[in-house]
């Protein structure tokens, strides 16, 4: 995406005012007390978006046909549905005591600088979470 930028200037003197579009100039320079420069961005270009929704319905169309059972999808996103609102609900409980949503968001940084800490700082420890993470991720599929 191409974007042109189009300035006016409006310049101010103590004794008058004048309002112009001017043409941009090598060398600015200030006249009296107070000066404006004023930049809009356009777009010089016809590109087409990138995001096409016709594909992206028929390939959630094909993925649901291609589910065997529907019935335990439904309910797992029923329960992700009432597990979101529960904990929301958790949330906005917790917001509402005078001084825990401080504390609450001290120990998240404190449990994000141990994090950091503890597996990201060093080479060693991140071999060590991408192989916690990919037992784990076998472990949920099942592959294991």
């Known amino acids: 995406m191409m974007l042109a930028a189009k300035p006016s200037i409006n310049l101010c003197k103590a004794t008058s005012r004048r309002g112009a579009v001017a043409v941009p100039r ?3 320079r200030a006249v009296g007390r107070c000066q404006r420069l004023v930049v809009r961005a356009e777009n010089t270009t016809t590109e ?3 995001f096409d929704s016709e594909k992206v319905l028929k ?3 094909e993925k649901w ?4 059972n529907k019935g335990a999808v439904a309910a797992y996103a029923a329960g992700a549905v009432v597990a979101l ?3 929301s609900t958790v949330v906005n409980a917790i917001n509402a005591v005078p001084l825990l949503p401080k504390l609450m968001e001290l120990v998240g940084l404190g449990y994000s600088a141990w994090f950091t800490y503890r597996y ?3 080479k060693s420890s ?7 993470v990919s037992e784990l991720s076998k472990k ?3 592959s294991e």
């Open 59 to 61: 390939d959630l169309q």
């Open 120 to 122: 990201l700082l060093f």
């Open 140 to 142: 949920i599929t099942g």
């Open 48 to 50: 087409q978006p990138s």
């Open 85 to 87: 609102w529960l904990s």
């Open 126 to 132: 991140r071999e060590e979470l991408l192989k916690d």
């Open 65 to 68: 046909d291609a589910v065997e």
């Open 26 to 28: 090598p060398a600015f």
